[in-house]
């Protein structure tokens, strides 16, 4: 069984200039679950998706971070545009249920 | 926001020594849950234990839940260099909550 794939993993962009993750979760997952990591920290919640909707968005700073799943698969998150502090790794996982989660390797992002 | 805090913040030892970390976190919880990351890499479950389990058994692991401290246990027995990573900790208040992960203990484990 393929795991939770990520793309890309690692990604270098200017400040101010656009950028998007994408995330493929487990088949069948209906629970989909982007984190932000900051260097020594453990993983926050961006948003978290049942299917294609996000039941959960409270802590996705909306000015700039959009994320979409359409069709209740597949999630690609967005920032426009990316600031300095935005340099971390972002975390894709997804859960067959809400309980363990599998998650994918990340992209990392560095903002310069 | 971090509910769980990690005790150590890192922990180096000798392969076939016993490794210790400990979790403790602020509100009621359904459930606790342990992850693993390497290096660069993703975070992958070890083990889950709900608010009604004292201890849990998975091979070298074993995890310890106290409600009343709030506060949580990680053993790995008889350590190897590839237990080497990050163990975070991490909480769910609901059965249908968000998970609330620490900031992790950085394990050391020398050959």
């Known amino acids: 069984e393929a795991g939770v794939v990520q793309s890309p993993r690692y990604k270098i962009i200017e400040k101010k200039q656009p950028v998007a993750f994408w995330c493929n979760p487990i088949?069948?997952?209906?629970?989909l679950y982007w984190y932000l990591q900051n260097l020594g920290q453990g993983p926050e919640l961006l948003i978290r998706?049942?299917?294609?909707?996000?039941?959960?968005d409270s802590q996705l700073p909306k000015d700039r971070f959009s994320a979409e799943r359409l069709k209740g698969v597949d999630s690609t998150l967005k920032i426009q545009p990316a600031e300095l502090g935005d340099s971390a790794v972002y975390l894709c996982?997804?859960?067959?249920?809400?309980?363990?989660?599998?998650f994918g390797p990340g992209t990392r992002l560095t903002v310069l | 926001s971090q509910q769980g805090e990690e005790d150590p913040q890192a922990l180096s030892i000798q392969e076939g020594e016993n490794a210790t970390m400990n979790c403790s976190y602020k509100?009621?919880?359904?459930?606790l849950q342990w992850y693993r990351q390497n290096s660069g890499r993703g975070l992958v479950h070890l083990i889950l234990?709900?608010?009604?389990?004292r201890e849990k058994h998975s091979g070298r692991l074993r995890v310890t839940l106290d409600t009343s401290k709030k506060s949580s246990s990680l053993l790995i027995t008889a350590s190897r260099a590839a237990d080497t990573a990050s163990y975070f900790c991490?909480?769910?208040?609901?059965?249908?909550?968000?998970?609330?992960f620490g900031k992790g203990t950085k394990l050391s484990v020398k050959p």
């Open positions: 996982a997804s859960s067959p249920r809400d309980n363990e989660q599998f």
């Open positions: 088949s069948g997952h209906n629970t």
């Open positions: 998706y049942e299917n294609e909707e996000a039941v959960d």
């Open positions: 509100t009621s919880i359904n459930n």
């Open positions: 234990i709900r608010s009604n389990e």
């Open positions: 991490a909480t769910r208040r609901g059965s249908q909550g968000n998970l609330i």
